[in-house]
């Protein structure tokens, strides 16, 4: 089985300054993680992937995360924040069957000016 | 190149009622899925389709079905609506020999009333 916890449910930060939203996961085998975001009353898009290759994944809009399996995480970050940043942010797996993405309740950010 | 379209992207049933959700998978993708989100909620999975088959089904029950046509698009079709049906319904394509892209539509928000 797999499962993902996000450590917070919202993480508020000013623009220009760094973002953290943390990521552990739970797996019986190697995963494949995705972080989505979702602005309001949007759909989701993809912010980076990680499958086994590189543990550090770039992503778009400055996004990067880092996979560690000693810690079991796989933590998203950002040098800067940018108000349009402001999101609700899903830290993803796959499903062993490779057939569903299972999603918790996500991280909401929220970037102050 | 079209992302992923799905149509209408409001609704409003009866209680009661049956309705239908169409998607349009990107362009080169030949697999969909279907996701729930309630507000507040993350994306929950209702079934993928692949060869215009039931490939995999979340934990929904048989009021929620689907289908795939020859040029991969879907429907969702929900019947005898409950109240608690209202949620943004989400399309996710994806190439099935290729597990880590899933591109999601902006989705259709159903209400029930």
């Known amino acids: 089985a797999q499962s993902v916890t996000q450590l917070d449910s919202h993480v508020s930060v000013s623009e220009g300054t760094p973002v953290l939203l943390r990521c552990n996961y739970s797996?019986?085998?190697?995963?494949?993680l995705f972080w989505y975001v979702q602005h309001p009353n949007k759909g989701l898009q993809l912010l980076l992937k990680?499958?086994?290759?590189?543990?550090l994944v770039k992503g778009i809009n400055g996004f990067e995360a880092e996979f560690k399996k000693s810690e079991t995480s796989f933590h998203l970050t950002k040098p800067s924040a940018h108000m349009s940043d402001a999101a609700e942010y899903f830290c993803?797996?796959?499903?062993?069957?490779?057939?569903?993405?299972?999603f918790g309740k996500g991280t909401t950010l929220s970037v102050s000016s | 190149d079209a992302g992923v379209t799905q149509s209408p992207t409001h609704l409003i049933k009866t209680r009661g009622q049956q309705v239908t959700l169409r998607c349009s998978p990107k362009?080169?993708?030949?697999?969909v899925s279907w996701y729930q989100q309630a507000l507040g909620q993350g994306p929950q999975f209702i079934f993928q389709?692949?060869?215009?088959?039931?490939?995999q089904r979340g934990n929904f029950p048989d009021r929620f079905s689907g289908h795939q046509f020859p040029n991969y698009s879907s429907e969702l079709n929900v019947n005898a609506l409950l109240l608690g049906d209202s949620a943004l319904y989400l399309c996710?394509?994806?190439?099935?020999?290729?597990?880590?892209?899933?591109?999601f539509g902006s989705g259709t928000r159903l209400t029930v009333v």
């Open positions: 996710a394509s994806s190439l099935l020999s290729s597990a880590y892209g899933y591109t």
């Open positions: 797996s019986s085998y190697s995963p494949s």
């Open positions: 990680y499958t086994s290759a590189a543990t």
């Open positions: 993803v797996p796959l499903n062993q069957a490779g057939t569903a993405l299972i």
């Open positions: 362009s080169g993708h030949d697999t």
């Open positions: 389709y692949y060869e215009e088959e039931e490939r």
